[in-house]
Nanobody, 123 residues
Framework: QVQLVESGGGLVQAGGSLRLSCAAS????????MGWIRQASGKEPEFVAA????????YYADSVSGRFTISRDNVKNMTELQMNSLKPDDTAVYSC????????????????WGQGTQVTVSS
């Protein structure tokens, strides 16, 4: 039914850039805020970024603010995460999430999760 499929992960050197994408299907896309969560090996999940239903508002974790940009396309039913100036501490599995409320930074429980894509940043 509902599917969130991430792509764009890979291996980059510190200071490099990656763009992650998430294709959504099986839901009314404009009814859901979108976001990105990451989980490093052996660590708890961490909120990264959220974007509101229309794409007008966004919110970022302090650790990525100024380096990452979240966007969405309500025609293509996609959300993206542009990651610049990557650091080794950014290494994690990045998952796309969807929720009817856009305050994703207040919790780690969401309506839908993607399976994740690996991002590895070498020093």
């Amino acid at each position: 039914q509902v599917q969130l499929v991430e792509s764009g992960g890979g291996l980059v050197q510190a200071g490099g850039s990656l763009r992650l994408s998430c294709a959504a299907s099986g839901l009314t896309f404009t009814k859901y805020a979108m976001g990105w969560i990451r989980q490093a090996s052996g660590k708890e999940p961490e909120f990264v970024a959220a974007i509101s239903w229309s794409g007008t508002n966004s919110y970022y974790a302090d650790s990525v603010s100024g380096r990452f940009t979240i966007s969405r396309d309500n025609v293509k039913n996609m959300t993206e995460l542009q990651m610049n100036s990557l650091k080794p501490d950014d290494t994690a599995v990045y998952s796309c999430v969807a929720d009817r409320s856009w305050t994703l930074w207040t919790r780690l429980r969401y309506d839908y999760w993607g399976q994740g894509t690996q991002v590895t940043v070498s020093s």
